[in-house]
């Protein structure tokens, strides 16, 4: 079965400094990857979309990428602010029970302190 | 605010009861996806619909069961609930349904099973 796979551990960094969150996927080749934010108590929020023949895609201070052949994305956040604290989930289509789902990883909580 | 309404916010019911959970898209979206959160387990996808047809399904248990109106709204029907099936449960919406849409989510409705 697919799985989606995050660091369960929470990530303590310090204002300024550069978040790297790390999502593993097995045994699936998802075409596209999409990366989320959540806050505690309301739904997750759309951060950015990479495609697999996407090496990497930024957008101000976020940058992902997306190796299809470690089956690994990278996402990081410069700069990080504590505004940046928040769970970060990565998701992806894969087939499901029926038709392509968009399953999701559990999720890497980071906490940025000032 | 993502545009999708869901309600009711707060849901509290007792073992064996049923209840529906209600959706309305965003504005334009023809997809509408529902997901169950708990702390242990993620973001769980359980259903997807487009215009109406049940397009993927997740490891939705049998005693819940969704559909969509022609109106594009959804409910979210659960049965016979159990202790277990509290939980934070999410509506998503999206514009069709390719493999590189993003979602639009809810604010989530908290069902507690007493």
């Known amino acids: 079965s697919q799985k989606i796979e995050q660091n369960s551990e929470a990530l303590n960094i310090q204002e300024g400094k550069t978040a790297t969150l790390t999502c593993n996927y097995t045994n699936y080749s998802p075409a596209y990857l999409q990366w989320y934010r959540q806050d505690p108590g309301r739904g997750p929020v759309f951060l950015l979309l990479i495609r697999e023949n996407e090496k990497e895609k930024r957008k101000e201070r976020l940058k992902v990428t997306f190796d299809t052949t470690l089956k690994q994305s990278l996402f990081h956040i410069t700069a990080s602010q504590p505004a940046d604290s928040a769970t970060y989930l990565c998701?992806?289509?894969?087939?499901?029970?029926?038709?392509?789902?968009?399953?999701f990883g559990k999720g890497t909580s980071l906490l940025v302190t000032p | 605010d993502s545009g999708v309404t869901q309600t009711p916010k707060h849901l509290i019911t007792a073992t064996g009861q049923r209840v529906t959970l209600r959706c309305s898209p965003r504005s334009g979206d023809l997809s509408v996806y529902w997901y169950q959160q708990s702390l242990d387990q993620g973001l769980q996808f359980l259903i997807q619909y487009y215009n109406g047809e049940e397009r993927a399904k997740g490891n939705i248990l049998e005693r819940f069961s969704a559909q969509q109106f022609p109106d594009l709204h959804s409910e979210l029907n659960l049965s016979s609930l159990e202790l277990g099936d509290s939980a934070l449960y999410f509506c998503a919406s999206s514009v069709g349904q390719a493999t590189n849409e993003k979602l639009f989510f809810g604010s989530g409705t908290q069902l507690s099973v007493l």
């Open positions: 998701a992806l289509r894969t087939p499901g029970n029926s038709g392509y789902a968009l399953n």
